[in-house]
């Protein structure tokens, strides 16, 4: 049985106030073109994302394996942008050495919904998954398990991918996130893991 990692936060878990100025700045000079062109060409195509949009930085290549993970073309010239986010955000983790396998924008249009489902590929299953709201309104709703919450821009928060999560946006404006995946590359890897790779031929 596939098991998730136990380091994983059952609920939500705040990770405290990190700097976002810089990059919220550039989101919000994103041309709607940038956005559109992203969207399209996505890889995380699931159905319970409905209509949000995406622009994906970094991303798994197998959804068997979060140790395998690729950056797209946009990742270079961001990265100076992000990666003092991700470092603030994960600070409170405390691992020497870590990884961040997929990294996105998410963009949620008002009156938009994400519907409830699980993150249910094995790659998923390991790391922590992160929020950090760089955009958003009173009225938008993240629901773990049944249990609303509202999290503030600029706040990092662990949310329970293996829960049942969704998301609502009653408010005016949209909802953008910054969204990855976080893991401790000195973690023992699950026994599960190697059972899931295929034999080679």
């Given at each position: 049985?596939?098991?998730?990692?136990?380091?994983?936060?059952?609920?939500?878990?705040?990770?405290?106030?990190?700097?976002?100025?810089?990059?919220?700045?550039?989101?919000?000079?994103?041309?709607?073109?940038?956005?559109?062109?992203?969207?399209?060409?996505?890889?995380?195509?699931?159905?319970?994302?409905?209509?949000?949009?995406?622009?994906?930085?970094?991303?798994?290549?197998?959804?068997?394996?979060?140790?395998?993970?690729?950056?797209?073309?946009?990742?270079?010239?961001w990265k100076p942008m992000i990666e003092p986010v991700l470092a603030a955000a994960t600070a409170p983790y405390g691992y020497a050495h870590g990884a961040f396998p997929r990294v996105m924008l998410a963009r949620m249009a008002a009156g938009g919904v994400i519907h409830p489902h699980r993150d249910e590929n094995p790659a998923a299953k390991w790391p922590h998954k992160v929020h950090v709201p760089l955009q958003t309104n009173e009225d938008v709703t993240f629901f773990v398990d049944g249990t609303a919450y509202h999290f503030a821009e600029g706040e990092a928060v662990e949310v329970n991918n293996m829960g049942v999560h969704a998301v609502e946006n009653r408010g005016s404006t949209d909802r953008i996130h910054l969204i990855f995946e976080y893991y401790d590359l000195d973690q023992p890897e699950p026994e599960w893991l190697m059972a899931a790779q295929p034999a080679n031929r």
């Open positions: 049985m596939i098991q998730a990692n136990p380091r994983k936060t059952r609920t939500v878990r705040q990770l405290g106030r990190v700097e976002i100025g810089p990059l919220k700045q550039a989101v919000a000079a994103l041309p709607e073109s940038v956005w559109d062109a992203e969207n399209a060409a996505k890889p995380n195509r699931f159905g319970a994302l409905d209509a949000t949009r995406h622009i994906v930085f970094r991303f798994v290549s197998n959804f068997r394996d979060w140790r395998q993970s690729f950056e797209r073309p946009l990742w270079d010239e």
